[in-house]
């Protein structure tokens, strides 16, 4: 089975950085995703990890560790619109396990 | 291109009355993906399909949930009787298990049913 752990809620400020952090523990590993969700709306892909290290796009990062089944995501230059449900979800052999969410709320 | 299509958006109905969701996954993607969602969860999956083929169904309880895809692109989740407890976000997914360059195999979900059980 999987186990996908992150933290329930994070604060931080307009302008700045925040990392959010997923550990798991799995059956079977074909990659790691993040998923963004607005509230009320489908969650939207983020980003995609498969191998060690750090995957850059744009304002958003994803670093995996697979010995340490540990993956984070990092936003920069925070934006109030990033305010959102960020998912952690594990591939395993052929379907997408996700956590619970990372709750971000983004202040002026 | 047209995103994964759901309906309807919003649905209440009382306990044990019959309920039906419906799915139509972007084109050309063969698998095809139920999830449910509670409130400050995330999605946890119902049944998986390729192309009409039902792989996945270990999670749906089948005593009151069944799905279909039939010709293997649309497909119908049903629940009945509903319950109180099936309140819920019922979300559709798909992919294609022809993976882009990036061979990432992602999920495009659509906007999601609300389902409310008085």
């Known amino acids: 089975g999987q186990n996908i752990d992150q933290p329930t809620e994070m604060t931080a400020t307009e302008g700045a950085i925040v990392q959010i952090n997923c550990t798991y523990q799995?059956?079977?590993?074909?990659?790691l995703f993040w998923y963004q969700q607005h509230a009320g709306e489908a969650p939207t892909f983020l980003s995609y990890?498969?191998?060690?290290g750090l995957e850059e796009k744009g304002r958003f990062s994803s670093f995996l560790s697979r010995s340490k089944g540990y993956s984070y995501l990092l936003l920069k230059e925070l934006q109030m619109k990033d305010s959102a449900s960020y998912l952690c979800?594990?591939?395993?052999?052929?379907?997408?396990?996700f956590g619970k969410g990372t709750m971000l709320l983004v202040s002026p | 291109e047209a995103g994964v299509v759901q309906s309807p958006r919003y649905k209440i109905i009382e306990k044990k009355q019959p309920v039906a969701f419906w799915c139509n996954p972007i084109?050309?993607?063969?698998?095809l993906y139920w999830y449910l969602q509670n409130l400050g969860q995330g999605p946890e999956l119902l049944i998986r399909?390729?192309?009409?083929?039902?792989?996945?169904d270990s999670q749906l309880p089948k005593d009151r949930f069944s799905a279909e895809r039939l010709k293997g692109v649309d497909s119908t989740l049903k629940i009945q009787p509903a319950e109180l407890g099936d309140s819920a976000v019922y979300l559709c997914?798909?992919?294609?298990?022809?993976?882009?360059?990036?061979?990432?195999?992602?999920?495009?979900f659509g906007p999601g049913t609300r389902l409310t059980v008085t």
């Open positions: 997914a798909s992919s294609s298990s022809r993976a882009n360059h990036q061979e990432t195999y992602e999920q495009y």
């Open positions: 799995t059956s079977g590993f074909n990659g």
């Open positions: 990890n498969v191998l060690d």
């Open positions: 979800a594990v591939k395993g052999y052929s379907t997408l396990t």
């Open positions: 084109s050309g993607h063969n698998t």
């Open positions: 399909y390729e192309n009409e083929e039902a792989v996945d």
